[in-house]
């Protein structure tokens, strides 16, 4: 934020209507590349991953816990105190206020990002989620389990959402999550891995496609691309993919919800690597 903050709000300025439009805004928040990050954890792990902090956010109250006077001895940002019915505003609570909150830059999308993965790495890939909390819920799950970044591709749900750094519960900030306009330029991503010699497949999560998920391989250096429940990979995904693999299911669901299936997948990628 470039601006001059205030010390101090108590009512509903200018200042506070921008930190209040990057809650409910997609299109605000990537204008002015800032969001919110609500909860302790979140907070935390936000903090731990060593994001740029553009305002620290603290209600005026006189007595603080200890994780709030640790975090305001040496502020990551500027402070701004306000008052508790601004801090419920923005924390989005229908009871209390919490104590502090940050408006942070949001991460970029630069495939430079995955320079961090591991030769024998996995990338998940989620193709075009539509409900932010599906992303933050597959996000911890991926944290959990040892995926090393979160690729959205194609016309998804935003990964910055408040609602999907609360479902993640701080787990956003524990590995690289990033958004790219279509497969294309992640498989370029492969393709430059690939020439260097390292053996990268590109395995899509779909049903009655392929083996069951148990047979097959995920212990190498894998691409794992979880579709859309209701109409599975796009069609740039299935020209893509090396392999299939589906989850064997009975009963009379149709489909299993999209962050419940790649949480599966994760953990036979985990079990596979154990044994």
């Not at 910055?160 to 306009?181: K, Q």
């Not at 299911?249 to 299936?261: E, H, I, P, R």
């Amino acid at each position: 934020m470039s601006e001059r903050l205030p010390a101090r709000i108590t009512r509903r300025n200018a200042t506070f209507q921008q930190w209040q439009a990057l809650l409910g805004s997609r299109t605000k928040r990537h204008r002015r590349g800032e969001m919110i990050v609500q909860g302790v954890r979140p907070i935390t792990r936000a903090l731990a991953s060593g994001i740029d902090v553009r305002a620290v956010l603290v209600e005026d109250r006189p007595r603080r816990s200890d994780w709030a006077r640790e975090i305001l001895a040496a502020p990551p940002g500027p402070v701004v105190e306000l008052s508790a019915e601004l801090m419920a505003e923005l924390g989005e609570r229908e009871e209390g206020s919490p104590e502090l909150l940050l408006v942070a830059a949001l991460p970029g999308d630069d495939l430079a990002r995955l320079d961090t993965v591991p030769a024998d790495g996995l990338v998940l890939v989620f193709d075009r989620p539509s409900t932010p909390g599906n992303i933050g819920s597959l996000a911890r799950t991926a944290d959990a389990l040892g995926a090393d970044a979160l690729v959205l591709t194609g016309h998804s749900a935003d990964a910055w959402d408040p609602a999907s750094i609360r479902a993640s519960t701080g787990s956003m900030f524990a590995l690289p999550v990033l958004r790219l306009p279509s497969h294309r330029e992640l498989l370029d991503w492969v393709e430059a891995r690939r020439a260097a010699g390292r053996p990268w497949q590109v395995i899509g999560l779909d049903e009655a496609r392929g083996r069951t998920l148990a047979d097959t391989d995920l212990t190498g250096p894998r691409v794992l691309v979880i579709g859309t429940e209701t109409s599975g990979l796009s069609a740039g995904w299935r020209e893509s993919c090396d392999a299939f693999a589906e989850i064997p299911m009975g009963g009379t669901a149709s489909s299993l919800n999209a962050a419940v299936a790649g949480s599966i997948a994760l953990y036979e990628r985990d079990r596979q690597r154990r044994v």
